[in-house]
């Protein structure tokens, strides 16, 4: 995998690069691949090395001129944002561009000198002043010239099309890189964000359990015992296992019931306490520290010592979701506290995080009851 995410890095940092390579390649062997053509169409045609020159001559300064722009628009545009000072230096160097077309034209496109003959018979001469004919209007055939004027207008607008086609290209893959890096930036931000939410879940619950371990130390203290021990199963998921994207759903049951065994210690008969959940599951993930924040809140809020209370928990599979439960009772002593406070914030926080609107999460706030209803796909093996 990092071999393939070098490859992969190393194609979308040069790709630019390689077009602009490919596009200039295929320009300087047309005039070849030309003159190959015309040779298996006509016998008598000879491999003109004279003409390909003459073509490269012509495209050469146009390649110096696409690459002084390509500069100016990395530097100018790109990186500076300078759109000012971009805009004078290419039209500068559309004038300078020009200005060399009409001066060194002779010099740079001169077609080769014919060798003199003495042809004997009309004929050959009429032949003679075609052929000559023919490589003396071989520049205006390649590129011609408007009527009446020394400047070659045609390759001046090639040129500011080349620069347009330039900028479009550039400017385009500028935006790919930066909806790239605005990628990454989310990526890391969601990440940092789901760190500081877990981060945020588990003193939560040490504070709860602790308080809990403290009251049974001078009632109890074999139970207070036996109380540490659970803790320290539950401690060890944490650590291990809440750092993790994705955990086994067998072994976020198995912590909620360690949690539910703990906070039986704590309570009388008289509160009803009911867990049902599949007694074999099968291989499915889901972010940890997630259902154990209903769990909590439904014990924090939903039981009274002067009342009766229950605590109801039920966790399901419905084809390729989670079918999560909690009810608990609800007492006018803890009404207005009722919904849970900062944790359920925190889990519909990481739950919008990590599944979008891909989740489903149901509150019924009734009088005498509160229940929550949750409903989630199981996470796929690249999620974590």
Request: proline share 3%.
């Amino acid at each position: 995998m990092g071999y393939e995410l070098k490859i992969r890095n190393w194609w979308h940092d040069h790709i630019e690069t390689l077009i602009y390579v490919g596009l200039w390649t295929l320009l300087f062997t047309t005039p070849m691949l030309n003159q190959y053509i015309r040779m298996l169409s006509d016998r008598d045609e000879v491999y003109n090395w004279d003409d390909i020159f003459v073509s490269w001559k012509y495209a050469l300064l146009f390649l110096l001129v696409f690459v002084v722009h390509d500069r100016l628009l990395g530097v100018l545009l790109v990186k500076r944002q300078r759109v000012k000072q971009y805009l004078l230096a290419t039209f500068l160097l559309l004038v300078a561009f020009t200005a060399v077309q009409t001066v060194a034209k002779p010099l740079l496109y001169e077609p080769p000198q014919m060798e003199q003959t003495t042809l004997s018979t009309a004929a050959a001469d009429d032949g003679a002043r075609h052929a000559v004919k023919r490589v003396t209007n071989q520049r205006n055939e390649l590129l011609p010239e408007m009527p009446g004027s020394p400047i070659d207008v045609v390759s001046t607008m090639v040129a500011l099309l080349m620069m347009g086609m330039n900028l479009g290209v550039k400017l385009f893959f500028k935006s790919e890189r930066d909806a790239s890096e605005l990628q990454e930036a989310e990526r890391q931000n969601l990440e940092a964000q789901l760190a500081y939410l877990r981060y945020q879940v588990n003193p939560h619950f040490y504070m709860n359990t602790l308080n809990n371990i403290h009251a049974l130390v001078d009632i109890d203290p074999e139970r207070a015992k036996t109380t540490v021990v659970e803790l320290s199963k539950m401690m060890r998921y944490i650590l291990y296992d809440g750092e993790r994207n994705g955990v086994s759903l067998k072994r976020e049951i198995q912590f909620i019931d360690n949690y539910v065994r703990l906070m039986r210690l704590s309570y009388t008969s008289s509160v009803r306490i009911d867990v049902e959940a599949p007694e074999t599951v099968a291989d499915r993930h889901i972010p940890p520290l997630v259902l154990i924040i209903f769990v909590e809140n439904a014990f924090k809020h939903g039981i009274s010592y002067s009342e009766d209370s229950f605590v109801e928990v039920k966790v399901a599979v419905n084809g390729e979701r989670l079918v999560f439960c909690c009810r608990n009772s609800k007492h006018h002593s803890t009404e207005t506290d009722a919904k849970g406070g900062v944790g359920l914030v925190n889990v519909r926080r990481r739950l919008d995080l990590l599944y979008g609107d891909r989740y489903a999460l149901y509150v019924d706030d009734s009088d005498g009851e509160y229940g929550v209803r949750l409903e989630l796909p199981f996470l796929e093996n690249e999620d974590f």
